[in-house]
T-cell receptor, first 114, second 118 residues
Framework: DQQVKQNSPSLSVQEGRISILNCDYTNSMFDYFLWYKKYPAEGPTFLISISSIKDKNEDGRFTVFLNKSAKHLSLHIVPSQPGDSAVYFCAASPGGTSYGKLTFGQGTILTVHP | EAGVAQSPRYKIIEKRQSVAFWCNPISGHATLYWYQQILGQGPKLLIQFQNNGVVDDSQLPKDRFSAERLKGVDSTLKIQPAKLEDSAVYLC????????????????FGSGTRLTVV
């Protein structure tokens, strides 16, 4: 039972263009969503998050959109840079006393070509 | 601010042997987590501590895995005896409590320990 899914194993974009990474979830109890970036031999690094009471959060080149009715979120990177090449994970957490129990998607490998 | 420290970085053991991993969270983070990441998959939560108490260990294979967090700071995760399917990266993370102002509640991962069971 995969509660968080990233259906695209990989994505390739040209430097300067937009990268859009998608994530779907099934559990209505999820209250908080996070995106992580991971380089080889390192732990995941926090990128951006969004609460279920919002539909958009922006931080520099990174924007996360949340569509609760569709149980879908996406990460937009504009403009994409070669240094953005990494594995991107979306993660979801319930709220309240269950906060912090992150459920991760399988990850999407992003490659940004110069 | 120092990050989450883990050791060792790599470990190779034979099946049926035992192994232990160590984690030191970010100072002030009361909540500590252990995750298992199998190659090609996302991290899976094994156990969550709040200070030195266990909040959730429902996904911890308790017949062979154990974890403790003495004095509410450092934590160790042990596997005994190891199986081939335990080969994975074991990640430790720590976070601030809900409601913290910091985006993402400061949820921070260590670099992990890569375990290979042969």
């Amino acid at each position: 039972d995969q509660q968080v899914k990233q259906n695209s194993p990989s994505l390739s974009v040209q430097e300067g263009r937009i990268s859009i990474l998608n994530c779907d979830y099934t559990n209505s109890m999820f209250d908080y969503f996070l995106w992580y970036k991971k380089y080889p031999a390192e732990g995941p690094t926090f990128l951006i998050s969004i609460s279920s009471i919002k539909d958009k959060n922006e931080d520099g080149r990174f924007t996360v959109f949340l569509n609760k009715s569709a149980k879908h979120l996406s990460l937009h990177i504009v403009p994409s840079q070669p240094g953005d090449s990494a594995v991107y994970f979306c993660a979801a957490s319930p709220g309240g006393t269950s906060y912090g129990k992150l459920t991760f998607g399988q990850g999407t490998i992003l490659t940004v070509h110069p | 601010e120092a990050g989450v420290a883990q050791s060792p970085r790599y470990k190779i053991i034979e099946k049926r042997q035992s192994v232990a991993f160590w984690c030191n969270p970010i100072s002030g983070h009361a909540t500590l987590y252990w995750y298992q990441q199998i190659l090609g998959q996302g991290p899976k939560l094994l156990i969550q501590f709040q200070n030195n108490g266990v909040v959730d260990d429902s996904q911890l294979p308790k017949d062979r895995f154990s974890a403790e967090r003495l004095k509410g700071v450092d934590s160790t995760l042990k596997i005994q005896p190891a199986k081939l399917e335990d080969s994975a990266v074991y990640l430790c993370a720590s976070s601030l409590p809900p409601g913290a102002i910091t985006a993402g509640y400061g949820y921070t991962f260590g670099s992990g320990t890569r375990l290979t069971v042969v």
